[in-house]
């Protein structure tokens, strides 16, 4: 079988794809990575894609095509079992050096602007160990919805990371899952980023600080934590300020992330804060002139 793979919009290696690569492989198949109408006739195609704006490819394969990701469906699913537990492979994206993959699905919180529930529910569950998508590589991005979520379970993951000596990076952490357990295991892994966590709405208010306070006591300074800052969705502008400030006040690094982009004044917002240089010379967002 001759089988393509569309990353249509990813800004980071598509695990779905990479996954799709090695069961393939692994059968016998025959797997390009990308199309080229002139050339390629495949018998299937996987696309994905992130983003629900960002329009179809101008030629797509004549054949039977499986179209998953949050822009294109969140319900769909890949056609094979343990997909978790299969290797990705790596080759198809030679231009990143990281490990990728997750070791829980699912998320309790349901936040409305959140897909993460849609996708892959409100249960926290085990779906993968370390070795099942680490080959030796030097750091491991995790993709997890909320790896928090189970105290007992993040201890776990953490020991193997440590053990296996790796930079790790999240793509975000709840804050309001920090406490001495869960700060002592983070404390004993090497960071390859900030360490990322988020600060979206009141429910967050007496978590982000004592969080911070927390991680501090187990060693983690304040400047290696940075936090998403949801802006746009159901806040003012005083309270976006009242967040930016606070962390800024404690030492920790805000990052503006609009809910549209399309709105001057969180776009704005965004420039001002999440540029350093100017976020420095220019304390005050009011002071602030794009």
Not at 61 to 85: K, N, V
Not at 200 to 222: F, N, W, Y
Not at 239 to 252: E, H, S, V
Request: hydrophobic content about 35%; aromatic content about 12%; glycine content about 6%.
């Amino acid at each position: 079988m001759r089988v393509c793979l569309l990353d249509v919009d990813s800004k980071i290696p598509n695990l779905a794809l990479m996954r799709a690569s090695t069961y393939h492989k692994q059968r016998g198949d025959d797997v390009k990575f990308g199309y080229e109408p002139l050339f390629d006739n495949p018998d299937l195609c996987y696309a994905s894609k992130i983003f629900d704006y960002t329009p179809e490819p101008l030629y797509m394969p004549d054949c039977e095509t499986l179209r998953g990701g949050t822009g294109y469906d969140m319900t769909a699913r890949m056609p094979f079992e343990d997909y978790d537990r299969i290797m990705p492979d790596y080759l198809i994206y030679p231009q990143f050096d990281y490990a990728l993959g997750r070791f829980t699905r699912g998320c309790p919180n349901s936040c409305p602007w959140c897909v993460v529930s849609k996708m892959d529910g409100n249960e926290v569950r085990h779906v993968a160990d370390l070795s099942d998508f680490w080959c030796g590589q030097k750091t491991v991005r995790l993709l997890d919805d909320n790896i928090m979520a189970d105290a007992d379970e993040f201890c776990r993951d953490c020991e193997q990371l440590a053990k296996a000596g790796v930079h790790v990076i999240f793509d975000a952490l709840d804050a309001r899952l920090v406490d001495d357990k869960t700060a002592a295991a983070l404390a004993t892994l090497k960071h390859g980023k900030s360490i990322h966590f988020a600060w979206d709405g009141h429910s967050q208010d007496e978590a982000v600080p004592r969080s911070i306070e927390t991680l501090k006591r187990h060693g983690l300074k304040p400047w290696r934590l940075m936090f998403y800052v949801l802006v746009g969705f159901n806040t003012t502008k005083e309270y976006d300020l009242f967040r930016i400030y606070t962390l800024r006040d404690m030492g920790a690094n805000p990052f503006v992330m609009p809910f549209d982009k399309t709105d001057r004044y969180q776009r704005n917002l965004a420039r001002w804060c999440n540029n350093k240089a100017v976020f420095k010379t220019t304390p005050r967002f009011e002071d602030y002139r794009a």
